[in-house]
Nanobody, 116 residues
Framework: QVQLVESGGGLVQPGGSLRLTCAAS????????MRWYRQAPGKERELVAG????????SYGDSVKGRFTISRDNAKNTVYLQMNSLKPEDTAMYYC?????????WGQGTQVTVSS
């Protein structure tokens, strides 16, 4: 069964850090482009970061550049999102997505809340 499971979300104070984990099962995530998205209440889903399957090159949304880092551990079939210098506007549900051609999988999300 194909599955993406996100974890690592929670409540953190402004300026703090969190590391999100996206664990894949039922397929080899190493051959997929992996991306993190987020969606805040009343807002559209936003692309946060991506990492390719070919050379591991990364890309980031403008709002998180310099603060977030995406990485992958192919041996663990897992993708991470390290989030530093968190701001209240980073509060959202964070989703992991795997895509290869017409194959497209989403996780259920993990909530991140940045508040004092």
């Amino acid at each position: 069964q194909v599955q993406l499971v996100e974890s690592g979300g929670g409540l953190v104070q402004p300026g703090g850090s969190l590391r999100l984990t996206c664990a894949a099962s039922g397929f080899s995530a190493s051959s997929y482009t992996m991306r993190w998205y987020r969606q805040a209440p009343g807002k559209e889903r936003e692309l946060v970061a991506g990492i390719t399957s070919t050379d591991g090159s990364t890309s980031y949304g403008d709002s998180v550049k310099g603060r977030f880092t995406i990485s992958r551990d192919n041996a663990k079939n897992t993708v991470y999102l390290q989030m530093n210098s968190l701001k209240p506007e980073d509060t959202a549900m964070y989703y992991c997505r795997a895509r290869r051609g017409l194959l497209n999988y989403w996780g259920q999300g993990t909530q991140v809340t940045v508040s004092s």
